[in-house]
C-alpha cells in the first residue's frame, strides 16, 4: 500500500511540477525511487528539484518503516507466530473425534484442561490472541484455536465441526449459547452439544435449540455452598471424585463392547474387578439407557451395557490394561 501511493505521489508531482507525459512520469519515478542514477528525461526546474528532494526523503522514511516493520516480524516472534496459526489451522484440517470448547473463559479453560487430562483432543474457539497466547507460554505447547467469533457457520467449520464429536459452549452471554447450538446443530445433527447457561429461564431455550444438556454454574455453585453446610462429608467425596480434593478419584466408563474377549459374558463377581484392579463397580447403565446403582455381583453385563467404576489414577489404568481391550 505505501509502496502504490509513494509511486502515485511520484508520478503526479512529475505530471504537475514538470509536464511530463504519463509514461515519462513513470520512468522519472522509478528511477528516483531505486536510485538507479540514470539520467533524467530533461533538466528540471526550480520546483522540480525541491519536489524531487523531498520525494527522495519521503521514500526513505517510508523504506525505514518497512525495513522496522520486517524486522520486528523477524526477531519479535511474529512470523513465528504466524507460522504457528497456519500449522495449527493444517492440524485441524486433519483432526477428528475431537471435542470444540466455545470459550475460554473460567468455565472453557478448566473444561479444557479437564479434557486434556483425560486425553481428548481439543480444539478451541477464542477471539481474544492475547489470551491464547498466554494459554501457549504456560504449558509451553501449541494450542488448537481458531481465532473467531463461536456463532459464525465459517468459524465453526474451521474448527472442523462436522468432525466433531463433541461441542462444549461455554461462552459468557446466554444468547450467544443458543445461537452457537442452534447453528452447531444444524451442521452436525449427531453432535453431542453441552451448553452454558447464567439464567434459568435459558435452560428450555438452549435444550430446544438442540442442546443435550444445559449446565449452570451459578446455582451448582449455590447448591454446592449449601451442601457444605449440610452434607460436608458427601461434599468431600465429590470433590474427591471431581478431582478437587488432595486425594483425587476418577469415575471411569467400561462399555461391554469394551471389554477383552475372554472377559465378555461374565458375571460382575466373575470378573473380579476389585481383586485385579483395586477399582469398584459402584453402577451400571442398561442397553435400554436405565441406570442401576451398585449391580448385583451375579449379573452379567450384555452387548450394549456399561459399567461405572470409581478408582484412583493408577487403579483406572490397571482397569484399562487388565480388562479394556
Do not use: W
Not at 191 to 215: F, N, W
Amino acid at each position: 500500500m505505501l509502496t502504490v501511493l509513494s509511486l502515485g505521489i511520484g508520478m503526479a508531482g512529475f505530471m504537475l511540477i514538470e509536464g511530463y507525459s504519463f509514461l515519462e512520469a513513470f520512468y522519472m519515478t522509478i528511477i528516483t525511487v531505486s536510485t538507479t542514477g540514470f539520467g533524467e528525461v530533461r533538466p528540471l526546474s526550480g520546483g522540480g528539484r525541491l519536489f524531487v528532494s523531498i520525494y527522495i526523503m519521503y521514500n526513505l522514511v517510508v523504506v525505514a518503516y518497512l525495513v522496522s516493520v520486517l524486522t520486528q516480524y523477524l526477531f519479535d516472534g511474529e512470523l513465528r507466530n504466524l507460522l504457528k496459526m497456519f500449522m495449527t489451522d493444517q492440524e485441524i484440517r486433519h483432526i477428528q473425534g475431537h471435542v470444540i470448547v466455545c470459550g475460554f473463559g473460567r468455565n472453557g479453560s478448566k473444561a479444557y484442561h479437564e479434557l486434556r487430562a483425560n486425553g481428548a483432543k481439543v480444539v478451541i474457539i477464542e477471539q481474544s490472541q492475547e489470551l491464547m497466547r498466554a494459554l501457549a507460554d504456560t504449558i509451553g505447547d501449541t494450542v488448537p484455536v481458531v481465532f473467531g467469533d463461536a456463532t459464525a457457520d465459517e468459524t465453526l467449520r474451521q474448527a472442523g465441526i462436522e468432525r466433531a464429536r463433541a461441542l462444549i459452549s461455554a461462552l459468557p452471554k446466554d444468547a450467544d449459547n443458543v445461537f452457537v447450538t442452534l447453528t452447531a446443530r444444524e451442521l452436525n445433527p449427531q453432535l453431542k452439544i453441552i451448553a452454558r447457561a447464567s439464567l434459568k429461564t435459558s435452560e428450555s431455550k438452549l435444550l430446544r435449540a438442540g442442546a443435550d444438556s444445559v449446565v449452570m454454574p451459578d446455582e451448582i455453585g449455590g447448591s454446592h455452598m449449601a451442601n457444605l453446610v449440610m452434607r460436608p462429608e458427601v461434599i468431600r467425596f465429590l470433590e474427591m471424585i471431581s478431582g478437587l480434593g488432595p486425594n483425587r478419584l476418577r469415575l471411569e466408563e467400561l462399555a461391554y463392547h469394551d471389554l477383552q474377549p475372554e472377559l465378555r459374558g461374565r458375571s460382575i463377581r466373575e470378573l473380579d474387578v476389585r481383586s485385579r484392579t483395586g477399582a469398584t463397580v459402584i453402577g451400571l447403565k442398561d442397553h435400554a439407557g436405565q441406570f442401576q446403582v451398585s449391580p448385583a455381583a451375579d449379573f452379567r453385563p450384555a452387548e450394549g451395557d456399561v459399567l461405572l467404576l470409581l478408582g484412583t489414577d493408577e487403579q483406572i489404568m490397571a482397569v484399562v490394561r487388565e480388562l479394556r481391550r
